[in-house]
Nanobody, 121 residues
Framework: QVQLVESGGGLVQAGGSLRLSCVVSGLTFDAYVMAWFRRAPGKERQFVSTISWNGQRRLYTNSVEGRFTISRDNAKNTVYLEMNILKPEATAVYYC??????????????WGQGTQVTVSS
């Protein structure tokens, strides 16, 4: 059974930092592209970032470029999202997802349950 389990969310003041983690089991981790998405209250799910199988390619949505960093540790079956200089508009449930394709339009058949990030102003 495939499982993606996020952690690291919480309440932080604007300008602060959080590091999200997603531990994956039930699939060959280094054969999958990993990504982070988020869903803010009342809004559609939004792509945040993706990282290729070996970590050499990364993409970010414009609003987080330069402040968020995605990384992965294939030995630990874990993907991370380091979020710095957080803004209140980053408040959302953050989800990790796995795909066999790389890119913003890739299909993601596997999803975690999400972790809440709240940024206070």
């Amino acid at each position: 059974q495939v499982q993606l389990v996020e952690s690291g969310g919480g309440l932080v003041q604007a300008g602060g930092s959080l590091r999200l983690s997603c531990v994956v089991s039930g699939l060959t981790f280094d054969a999958y592209v990993m990504a982070w998405f988020r869903r803010a209250p009342g809004k559609e799910r939004q792509f945040v970032s993706t990282i290729s199988w070996n970590g050499q390619r990364r993409l970010y949505t414009n609003s987080v470029e330069g402040r968020f960093t995605i990384s992965r540790d294939n030995a630990k079956n874990t993907v991370y999202l380091e979020m710095n200089i957080l803004k209140p508009e980053a408040t959302a449930v953050y989800y990790c997802a796995a795909s066999t394709d790389y890119g913003v339009t890739a299909r993601y058949p596997y999803w975690g349950q999400g972790t809440q990030v709240t940024v206070s102003s």
